[in-house]
């Protein structure tokens, strides 16, 4: 069984960076996504960031790209998620999540193992 484990949520002013980490545990998945979502209150989980198990191809929603980067180093190490320029409409609970490559990046049913999420308050 695969475990998830995010951390490095806060809260942040407008203008500010985090960075995400999230641990897996469990089998390998060579052939997988490592994927950031992320749902604000009253909206919809939607997608961020994704690269592949090997950290050698990264994706990126059109709202975050140029501003955040996601990252691994190597298929042992965590995934990272680096968040600069924030802005209130990142404010959301993010999750880091584990996806089969037969499927889209984007799409959230191709995800099969979530995290607990961590929360990113951005204030202005």
């Known amino acids: 069984q695969v475990q998830l484990v995010e951390s490095g949520g806060g809260l942040v002013q407008a203008g500010g960076s985090l960075r995400l980490s999230c641990a897996a545990s469990?089998?390998?998945?060579?052939?997988?996504?490592m994927g950031w979502f992320r749902q604000a209150p009253g909206k919809e989980r939607e997608f961020v960031a994704a690269?592949?198990?090997?950290?050698?191809?990264?994706y990126y929603a059109d709202s975050v790209k140029g501003r955040f980067t996601i990252s691994r180093d190597n298929a042992e190490n965590p995934v990272y998620l680096q968040m600069n320029n924030l802005k209130p409409e990142d404010t959301a609970v993010y999750y880091c999540?584990?996806?089969?490559?037969?499927?889209?990046?984007?799409?959230?049913?191709?995800?099969?193992?979530w995290g607990q999420g961590t929360q990113v308050t951005v204030s202005s």
């Open positions: 690269t592949t198990w090997s950290g050698d191809s990264t």
């Open positions: 999540a584990v996806g089969n490559r037969g499927g889209s990046y984007y799409y959230i049913p191709n995800y099969d193992y």
């Open positions: 469990g089998p390998t998945f060579r052939n997988h996504y």
